[in-house]
């Protein structure tokens, strides 16, 4: 017998036997508020919509960066194919706040199964898809392996691992797994040349790497907006008169560097506003209750606070959804994620699109592919800083040059357009060929 085989059913006996325990995590976590409160049993595969009649496709994102990338590919399947019903799960409740809102009419949504042997079978046996569609990197054995037994065929879009999982995949443990996983899929389509790599020395079958871009490009062309609100029309108004920088994505820490560089910049451009927007709602809310203890005075996006009212230069953004709006707010975008070694970077490519002068920190892990690309298309398009003092003096340069901020924002606008053309093209096609085989 294989070593891969004996590793997955390890894996499946194990997964078997911890089951009610994770019944009681899954507990505990909706009364957290981290499951959806009445449709946490979709976690174990039970269902809370009708599976309508015909085809169906599965598409899984496990949380909000991996669904936006799937949408304009669910888009487009959905008006070739329109007599095919498209099922998406997502794991996090932050995502399907956000991605409810940009999914097509008649696409339907679940929360994702743990995977289980019981929650999987489970969900197999309602659903019944005819193909599954895997976002990134979610390698689960026991969906790969049920799905390759029920002959479903499966692709793995905008594929990619960190170092640290394809370090953990290669060991000699797991890397007949990994092979064994790998080699269920009909299609691989790696959103680098370096994942595509990282793909190969994982003993994927060749034939089924295929290149189409990255689509996280891509999201940002097909995004529906609603339009700008009347809170942000406001805001632009109130800010019309103010030099605005966004900070977006910071994790916990980030703000710190942040803030201190807002610090020394008011000291030479008093009537700027960093506009900062943590990766975390929850995050936002501590950022402004700290601030206000250390008496310095913040405007909370969440409570529609107004930054002359509140008489302060600071303001929080402590809501979901809202990004792409506030790049339309402020010409210079400063991407978090980035700057401590442990991060591992965020899309840059939503500020670009926006036309935002985007700067990022040296830290930026899985989007490293996305800044080379930029930098090599135009040197204007992106900012790589290491420090907080080059971070301070990269803002200082722009809010003090406005012919060199114009420039910067176009090139990243221009970038952005070149690098994100025909991506979606190239992936329906791919998927086309080898999911739908041109059916």
Not at 259 to 276: F, N, R
Not at 408 to 433: D, G, H, M, P
Request: charge should be positive; glycine fraction near 6%.
């Amino acid at each position: 017998m294989e070593l891969g085989v004996i590793v997955y059913r390890l894996y499946r006996a194990l997964t078997y036997s911890v089951s009610p325990l994770l019944h009681l995590h899954m507990r505990w976590r909706r009364l957290r508020g981290l499951e959806h409160i009445s449709r946490w049993p979709e976690r174990f595969g039970c269902p809370s919509a009708v599976r309508p009649p015909g085809s169906l496709v599965w598409f899984h994102a496990v949380s909000l960066g991996e669904g936006m990338a799937a949408i304009p590919v669910i888009r487009r399947c959905n008006d070739m194919k329109p007599d095919l019903t498209i099922l998406m799960t997502t794991t996090t409740v932050s995502a399907f706040e956000v991605i409810k809102n940009q999914l097509p009419t008649g696409v339907l949504h679940q929360f994702a199964p743990l995977d289980t042997p019981v929650a999987i079978d489970r969900f197999l046996g309602y659903w019944k898809p005819n193909a599954i569609i895997i976002m990134e990197n979610e390698l689960w054995p026991n969906l790969i392996m049920s799905a390759a037994q029920l002959l479903i065929p499966l692709a793995l879009l905008n594929a990619r691992m960190s170092a640290k999982s394809f370090n953990r995949w290669s060991s000699p443990l797991f890397l007949p797994l990994a092979s064994l996983l790998l080699s269920k899929f009909s299609l691989i389509a790696p959103l680098s040349t370096l994942q595509g790599i990282h793909f190969q020395l994982l003993q994927a079958p060749p034939f089924v790497i295929n290149f189409a871009g990255d689509l996280k490009y891509v999201e940002n062309k097909l995004h529906v907006s609603s339009g700008t609100s009347e809170s942000i029309r406001d805001l632009i108004v109130e800010l019309s008169e103010m030099k605005v920088w966004i900070a977006s994505s910071l994790h916990r820490g980030e703000e710190e560097v942040i803030l201190g560089v807002h610090s020394l910049l008011l000291q030479s451009h008093p009537d700027s506003v960093v506009i900062i927007v943590p990766r975390h709602p929850h995050h936002g809310q501590q950022i402004a209750q700290k601030l206000r203890k250390d008496g310095q005075k913040v405007a909370l996006r969440s409570q529609n606070e107004k930054l002359t009212s509140r008489k302060t230069n600071i303001y929080v953004v402590d809501t979901l959804g809202e990004l792409r709006e506030f790049y339309r707010v402020a010409p210079i975008a400063v991407i978090g994620g980035s700057f401590f070694p442990e991060l591992t970077g965020h899309n840059l490519s939503e500020a670009a699109a926006a036309g935002c002068a985007v700067i990022t920190g040296c830290h930026v892990g899985h989007f490293s592919h996305m800044v080379k690309a930029m930098q090599q298309a135009n040197p204007l398009s992106i900012t790589q800083v290491s420090t907080k003092l080059e971070l301070k003096e990269a803002i200082d340069l722009l809010l003090s040059n406005p012919e060199i901020l114009e420039a910067r924002q176009r090139a990243s606008k221009e970038v952005y357009e070149s690098l994100s053309s025909c991506i979606i093209s190239n992936t329906w096609n791919l998927l086309n060929l080898h999911i739908f085989r041109g059916k």
